[in-house]
């Protein structure tokens, strides 16, 4: 089970994760957790994701 939680977070990162939510057509919660999953993978493959959200292992390298 998901627990709820809370979050505070400055306007502009909201803005934005309003923004990218209403452009991939999902929800806020949905954006935030893929961020934290990109940040998590990028930390522990040493990859960083490129601005569409894929990463270095997906390109076939």
Do not use: W, Y
């Amino acid at each position: 089970m998901l627990k709820p939680f809370q979050l505070r977070i400055p306007e502009d990162l909201k803005a934005f994760i309003a923004e990218q939510a209403a452009k991939n057509v999902s929800s806020q919660n949905s954006e935030i957790v893929r961020c934290i999953r990109e940040r998590k993978i990028a930390l522990t493959t040493n990859e960083t994701p490129n601005p569409e959200g894929n990463h270095d292992h997906d390109k076939g390298h």
